[in-house]
């Protein structure tokens, strides 16, 4: 009776994608007549049992999903799913706030949100918060990934407000397998091999050890072997007229000269400011282009007079990466109620970054030689008579590419005991978890003593064209670059864990199931920085302040599972949460820097089954978040400058337009923490059906909503430049020493920005279909967002969004993204051709990031970009996939993603890094890429 109750449930349960094996191994218990009943964990349930029919909404996708997917990583597996929206992804690295990692995110609301889990254990954060690094999960090693796209705060704790991913791997492994593959997109390749293997039968040695290798490799991709990447200066059409939209930088080669004089009035005095200083304006113009006519080919017009340089023609468009991952678990019989385990996973991920030349600005005298051959005869007479200084706004190109090296190393070892009391299921353990993230730069970087004393001494003509250099100056600027390590990032997690759950009542409906749990916490972040950096000799490069943090959580649970009726399951859980102050012993000596937080949160979940085939479900609960240790507790830190080049907002009479470039230009973005922040608390629900035949075929609707309360997040580029009056408070300055002044500059500060709103429907429709030849499979999954939109900062009842638009945070939230599988069988022949799709959406106003101009054979007709925004049409891509199997041990597999060689669509959004054009978020920059792969077990 039992075993077909528990055979009935897990045949339901997988149809309704809701069931899988224990995210811990399951125990076994004796049911009538001796046999023995497997006792199973789902993701998102505390409790283990034997009945799995319940209100959970999750994913899973085995190992054998994995491998018709076609992807070679976990961040490629994760940004598959239409669930997923708002992560980080390679190319973000290249210029952009990536730092070198690639991240989760479900809902659309951040990898900070989305809890990532390794065989249902937390992992070591990548950052000051729960955001994980993807690239530390060995693909090779996963048994299966399972989804819960509900939240799960009142289970998990504060970081599962959006769901949790939980990635399972391989375990009782008794053969060996070793696998290989080789990508070739044009004008690039990556390459994998891994090995899986184990020894000893749980079942009858009392023990298994099983371990997995992978290695893989990507070469780099640049921008100038793909047309839509090779240039900042784009081509375009708008409403039947022809345009070009220019991202350029003004500090170019040959350099632009910039000479800043005093403001007179019609009375010939001195104009002041309102703070009785003298008013200056900036005369700019670029020598090459005064004496030629027109800006050298490597640049285009910026206003009457200078150039800009297409920096964006220098760059990658993705990075390459190297990665080994090693993972290695064991277990054993204590006796027949208990079993120890233990398992440790190892990664090395490097990712190498190469962006445009270093810019820079060079102070000269008024009687050096270059001033005098270049500048002084350009000069109008009134520039002449109040001139205050002179600077050469230069790209140095021939130090190269700024390139990085990030290299993370991540280590992670739990070891537990778990097992029957009196068919009570317990499970304790404890986690240990390490992660170094190197930054290194390797060149491109100039070292200021020297490359000033090159600058300087007149050695290089900053103003020459760049093939005019000549080899002794090429090689000079070369040899000046830094090459060292600049900053190192650590984080640490201590962690335990016990766990405890079993029935306490049996009803005429069933069993009444209790689970009953606590964890603790210390969480630790660090950045050092090399002694390059803190002796700042890179050119005109502050020093990154050192900061270490630390904090414990810790946290207790109850849940409670209630058959109502024979097919109506209530389940209530309840937790608290108790999130320690953070201190800082570099800067702070111990002392704290802000308080502790504690919440209580909920989470009551309903299902109800009227037929065999027919699943009713239903959640409602609440969500706790306090914000990262570094958006709370991070000093003021320089990260860069804006991503792309931005007007003056100021207006003439605010106190800091003295600080403004007088061109459309970068400006210098700091980012610092906030003591004040407030926690973050959500309220959410979902409810849907699932409805599965006998056939194989099954739909399910569920649609939900997610109410956040204080979220945090960081105001992006747009919405402080487009704004300053509501972000004054964000506008500093900057010393630039190349133009011997204070230049503004931006803080982007973690701030609560009041209120969000989230809903959407997820959807799925599995088929089977009985062919003469074989078994073809069809599954069709998305998720349509519905409404996505958050209360601005400073304002009572503004809401921004970025639904079917780029919105002010400068991200698209995608109104439709639907995937289709479809899989044939027939004989030892598998095809797999997926299909995966986002809708269109409203592109950003052309003049935000770029200067337009008419389309001619010269770039000069300058137009207004402001009422010029584009449609990014539907993108999809169509893989293919066969695989043969070659007997019971070999399998061979030939594929081609991106079929048919889609470019990703244009778009004038240039917040993604350094790359213009097109958005690496959100398309496939490799085009048509052919793979074969080869599987043999032994």
């Not at 059906?689 to 056939?695: E, H, L």
Request: proline share 4%; net charge negative.
């Amino acid at each position: 009776m039992l075993n077909s109750r528990v055979s009935k449930a897990v045949r339901l349960a997988i149809a309704f994608g809701a069931a899988s094996t224990a995210a811990f191994s399951a125990n076994t218990f004796a049911a009538e007549g001796g046999e023995k009943v497997e006792r199973i964990e789902v993701t998102g349930s505390s409790i283990k049992r034997t009945d799995l029919e319940g209100a959970l909404p999750i994913d899973v996708i085995d190992a054998s999903a994995i491998a018709k997917s076609g992807v070679t990583s976990v961040p490629d597996l994760i940004a598959n799913l239409p669930s997923m929206q708002g992560f980080t992804a390679a190319g973000e690295s290249v210029g952009g706030s990536g730092g070198g990692i690639q991240t989760a995110s479900l809902r659309n609301l951040g990898s900070e949100y989305t809890l990532v889990l390794l065989n249902g254990r937390r992992m070591v954060s990548a950052d000051s918060g729960g955001t994980i690094d993807l690239n530390s999960i060995p693909l090779s090693a996963i048994k299966r990934v399972e989804i819960l796209k509900d939240g799960a705060s009142a289970l998990y704790g504060s970081d599962a407000i959006a769901g949790v991913v939980n990635f399972i791997l391989k375990n009782d492994v008794q053969n060996t397998t070793i696998s290989a593959r080789y990508d070739k997109p044009k004008d690039t390749s990556s390459s994998t091999i891994s090995i899986t293997t184990g020894f000893g039968d749980l079942g009858s040695d009392g023990f298994n050890i099983t371990a997995a290798y992978s290695h893989d490799q990507q070469d780099v991709l640049v921008g100038a072997d793909r047309d839509f990447a090779k240039s900042g200066f784009i081509n375009f059409e708008h409403a039947g007229q022809k345009f070009v939209a220019v991202a350029g930088s003004a500090s170019a080669i040959p350099g632009n000269a910039n000479v800043e004089y005093q403001l007179r009035d019609e009375n010939g005095d001195l104009q002041l400011d309102p703070k009785g200083n003298v008013k200056t304006k900036t005369y700019s113009f670029n020598p090459y282009k005064m004496e030629n006519g027109k800006c050298h080919v490597t640049s285009a017009p910026s206003g009457e007079r200078s150039c800009q340089f297409d920096y964006s023609s220098t760059i990658e468009i993705q990075p390459e990466t190297e990665r080994d991952n090693f993972f290695v678990q064991g277990v054993a019989t204590v006796n027949d109620m208990a079993e120890a385990y233990a398992n440790a996973s190892w990664s090395k991920f490097q990712m190498t970054t190469r962006i445009a030349p270093y810019p820079t600005s060079i102070p000269l005298t008024a009687d050096s030689a270059l001033a005098q051959k270049y500048v002084m005869p350009h000069l109008p007479q009134n520039v002449k008579d109040d001139m205050v200084g002179i600077s050469a706004s230069w790209r140095i190109l021939p130090g190269g590419n700024r390139t990085t090296e990030y290299d993370t190393t991540t280590t992670q070892i739990t070891a537990g005991i778990r097992g029957e009391i009196s068919e009570w299921s317990y499970d304790v353990a404890v986690t240990r978890g390490d992660s170094e993230s190197n930054e290194t730069r390797v060149t491109g970087f100039p070292l200021q003593k020297e490359i000033l004393a090159l600058l300087n001494s007149g050695a290089i003509d900053v103003f020459k064209a760049p093939e005019d250099l000549t080899n002794e100056e090429k090689t000079s600027v070369a040899a000046s670059m830094f090459n060292g390590l600049w900053e190192k990032t650590e984080t640490s997690m201590t962690s335990f864990e016990a766990k405890l759950s079993g029935a306490i009542a049996d009803l005429d409906a069933g069993s009444v199931y209790l689970g009953l749990g606590v964890d603790y916490r210390t969480s630790e972040y660090s950045v050092a920085i090399g002694e390059g950096n803190r002796n700042e000799v890179i050119l005109y490069e502050e020093a990154t302040p050192e900061f270490d943090l630390d904090r414990d959580n810790y946290g207790a649970f109850a849940e409670l599972i209630v058959p109502v009726m024979e097919n109506l399951e209530l389940t209530g859980s309840v937790r608290y949460d108790s999130i320690g102050e953070i201190t800082d012993s570099l800067r702070t000596g111990n002392k704290t820097v802000n308080g502790s937080e504690n919440d209580t949160t909920y989470k009551i979940s309903l299902s109800y089954r009227p037929t065999d085939e027919l699943l009713l479900r239903a959640s409602m609960g609440t969500g706790f978040k306090m914000a990262t240790m570094r958006q709370i507790a991070a000093p003021r830190i320089e990260f860069g400058v804006t991503g792309t080049p931005y007007d003056c907002p100021l207006s003439d009479n605010h106190p800091l337009r003295s600080a403004c470039l007088s061109d459309k230009l970068q400006y210098t973005v700091y980012r610092e923490g906030n003591p004040e922040l407030k926690p973050e608390t959500s309220e959410q629900y979902t409810f849907g059906f699932v409805w599965a035949g006998d056939s194989g075929t099954s739909v399910s609707v569920d649609y939900w909503n997610i109410d956040m309360e204080n979220e945090v997040k960081r105001l992006t580029e747009n919405q402080i430049f487009q704004n300053p009056e509501t972000y004054n408070h964000l506008f500093t300055t900057k010393f630039d020493q190349g133009r011997n002044r204070d230049v503004l500059a931006i803080v982007q500060a973690a701030q609560n920005v009041g209120k969000s709103t989230t809903t959407g429907i997820d959807w799925s429709i599995d088929l089977t279909n009985e062919l003469s030849f074989g078994t073809l499979k069809t599954a069709i999954a998305g998720t349509y967002l519905i409404e996505s939109e958050s209360l601005r900062v400073g304002e009572d009842n503004v809401w921004d969004s970025s639904l079917g638009k780029v919105g002010p945070d400068a991200q698209v939230a995608f109104r439709n993204i639907i995937n289709i599988n479809n899989s044939l069988t027939h004989g030892d022949f598998t095809h797999d051709l997926n299909v995966k799709a986002r809708s269109g959406y409203t592109d950003e106003v052309a003049s935000t990031h770029y200067t337009i101009y008419e389309a001619a054979e010269t770039i000069k007709n300058k137009v207004n970009g402001d009422f010029i925004q584009l449609e990014v049409p539907v993108y999809f891509t169509v893989d293919y996939r066969m695989s043969y199997a070659y007997g019971d041990n070999a399998n061979f597999t030939f594929g081609i993603k991106n079929l048919l060689d889609r470019e990703p669509p244009l778009t004038l959004n240039g917040e993604a890094g350094h790359q213009v054009g097109y958005d690496p978020r959100y398309a496939d920059p490799y085009g048509r890429t052919f793979y074969l792969q080869a599987d043999y077990t032994f």
